[in-house]
């Protein structure tokens, strides 16, 4: 079996290329004779060989440039509509402020990437802002902020929680899924909190706790399957085929 070098997922010896996150699974010498068989020496070989030369922060800083760019020509464009539409900027203050916090993130996961606590910190105040912006925006509708700020809080936690089981798992797969469905069950309950609180005063989940109920059902499930698959990889014996 063949492990991928970028996320650790277990491959088919003759695999190359690595199911779940497309990494390249042939070294450097078979990535030569691959493009010596094929008569294909040359432009693509050295374009590939320059990128998984490219250290993590490198890479990171060209995802970071590119977001950049989309997330700027966003901002203007809505803001250029609502201004041109209305001779004055209204509706696109929500997705230029959405936009702006997305932006810090990707800044902050950039140049904070291995350092948790600010990077965590840093990105929930962020959050928060947009928080207030939008109680701003809408004239100070009287949210109950402290417990709006503990169910963001809530939900914040849940996100980073995932990313690191994400990190930290051996094998990603199934699990990887689960994880991800229990999560968003979770930030829709604190989803329906918040529009509860703001309604009624009070929290009173309502629709989420049916979706939180299916997702952790779905969730067990695949961890089941991915703790099953683990213990026979072979798909036929799985399904007594």
């Known amino acids: 079996m063949k492990q991928c070098p970028n996320c650790g997922v277990e491959s088919e010896e003759n695999a190359s290329y690595c199911s779940l996150c497309g990494e390249p699974l042939f070294d450097g010498a078979s990535i030569t004779q691959t493009f010596q068989k094929s008569g294909r020496i040359g432009r693509e070989q050295r374009v590939l060989t320059d990128f998984q030369q490219l250290s993590g922060i490198q890479k990171r800083k060209i995802f ?144 989420s706790l049916i979706v939180m109920v299916s997702a952790l059902l779905i969730s067990f499930l695949l961890l089941y399957i991915h703790y099953r698959l683990k213990k026979a990889t072979d798909l036929k014996r799985f399904f007594h085929i």
């Open 64 to 207: 970071w440039k590119i977001s950049g760019l989309i997330f700027i020509s966003a901002i203007v464009l809505t803001l250029l509509i609502d201004y041109l539409s209305n001779n004055a900027i209204t509706w696109s203050r929500y997705p230029a402020t959405i936009s702006v916090v997305l932006f810090i993130n990707f800044t902050l996961n950039t140049f904070l990437h291995n350092k948790w606590i600010p990077l965590a910190g840093l990105s929930f105040l962020s959050f928060a802002l947009l928080f207030f912006l939008f109680d701003a925006y809408a004239g100070g509708t009287g949210w109950k902020t402290v417990p709006g700020i503990i169910i963001l809080l809530v939900a914040y936690s849940t996100v980073f929680t995932l990313v690191y089981l994400i990190r930290k798992a051996k094998q990603k797969g199934l699990n990887v899924i689960a994880w991800s469905i229990i999560a968003a069950g979770i930030i829709c309950v604190c989803i329906d909190g918040l529009i509860s609180l703001y309604n009624n005063s009070n929290i009173i989940p309502g629709w």
